[in-house]
């Protein structure tokens, strides 16, 4: 976040005189892309919606979710992915335990 300017600077037009214009070079492109994700991220974490986050629930994952409901992975994949290692679970299981 602070390798980019957060404010527009002010520039000069003859015609028009001075206005404001976030920078964005085509050779920063890639660090401006980066601070957009770290505000939303810092936003994010200091928001009432950062009680919400939370790891997902598939063993393998390292995702993050904003839990709503009885959502408990970041996506249907990981979700069919936990379902079905608890049926399999269940099926190789010894009967008498």
Known sequence: MTRVPTAPLLQWDDRSGPYRAAPHPTTAILDHAL???AADAADLLTS???????????????RFLLRHGRRHWCSTRCGDRARAARAYARRTRPEHE
């Open 35 to 37: 601070a957009t994700l």
């Open 48 to 62: 009432a919606e950062a009680a919400r986050l939370t790891a997902c629930g598939s063993v393998p994952c390292n």
